[in-house]
């Protein structure tokens, strides 16, 4: 990246989640802004069956973007990613783009993107999720050669638990995936509060550990860098 400029983000997350807006602006520079539109969505997990109306939503909200002073767009669903799977997700990225007329990053590729652009194809990975979405999950890193060599999950039934998780627990629950063996860490899911762990685990650990909304703001600093006429000039 070229400069550190405020961004104004136009972050698109589930209608549940409370963390990711907040968390971002940790990760962005000073004086940088989110336009937040929160994806309808019921108290159940979501599911391949429930993917296909929450994408075209998602889709058709996006518009409410254009007009507004909109740098570069996140999609900061990250199960609804992995369900779709990496054909799916940069679909949508693409879609979005088009309604919306800016670049487009999608947490689920930041992730996938930031791992290998540090080398890392043997992970330990933390989820919050039910099986099916860890499955796919698996799949998605495994598209691109990225190994889950260590795995935890707290495998909330819904929305609710998923929200009741703290920062502490994030805290505890990390550092058991420490492993030798290991190239990095990452911790899954834009509603898992990891601003205060990243760091400090990386620290003790000596390894890289990742979040999703550390990689997403850091792919949209990338996208909105690319796309400036001063980094075109």
Same mark, same amino acid.
């Given at each position: 990246? #070229? ?8 972050? &698109? ?10 968390? &971002? ?7 940088? !802004? +989110? &336009? !937040? %539109? ?22 058709? %909200?996006?518009?409410?973007f254009n007009g507004h002073p909109i740098d570069v767009i996140a /999609? ?15 679909? @949508? ?17 930041? &992730? ?13 990975? =933390?989820?919050? /999720? ?25 495998y909330v039934a819904d929305v609710v638990a998923l929200g009741e ?11 058991? =995936? +420490?492993?030798?063996? #290991?190239?990095?860490?990452? @911790?899954?899911?834009?509603? =898992? ?7 400090? %685990? ?28 001063v980094s075109q000039g």
């Open positions: 990246m #070229s400069n550190l400029r405020p961004l104004n983000v136009g972050l &698109m997350v589930p209608s549940n989640n409370t963390t990711m807006e907040p968390e &971002m602006l940790g990760w962005l520079p000073p004086g940088s !802004t +989110c &336009m !937040t %539109l929160r994806i309808p969505r019921g108290k159940g997990l979501l599911t391949a069956e429930t993917i296909p109306a929450y994408k075209e939503a998602a889709i058709e %909200l996006a518009r409410e /999609y900061g669903c990250t199960a609804a990613g992995f369900i779709l799977g990496p054909e799916g997700d940069a679909e @949508i990225a693409q879609r979005l783009e088009e309604v919306t007329g800016k670049p487009v990053v999608t947490t689920a590729r930041s &992730m996938v993107e930031s791992l290998k652009a540090i080398g890392a194809s043997r992970i330990s990975l =933390l989820t919050p /999720y039910q099986d099916d979405v860890n499955i796919r999950l698996r799949a998605f890193l495994s598209a691109d050669n990225i190994d889950v060599a260590h795995f935890d999950s707290f998780i703290t920062e502490q627990q994030v805290a505890v629950r990390a550092p058991t =995936l +420490c492993k030798d063996d #290991s190239d990095a860490m990452f @911790i899954a899911c834009s509603q =898992l509060p990891t601003l205060n762990v990243v760091g400090p %685990l990386t620290k003790t650990w000596g390894k890289p550990v990742l979040s999703s909304i550390q990689v997403t703001a850091r792919r949209a600093m990338e996208a909105a860098d690319a796309a400036s006429p």
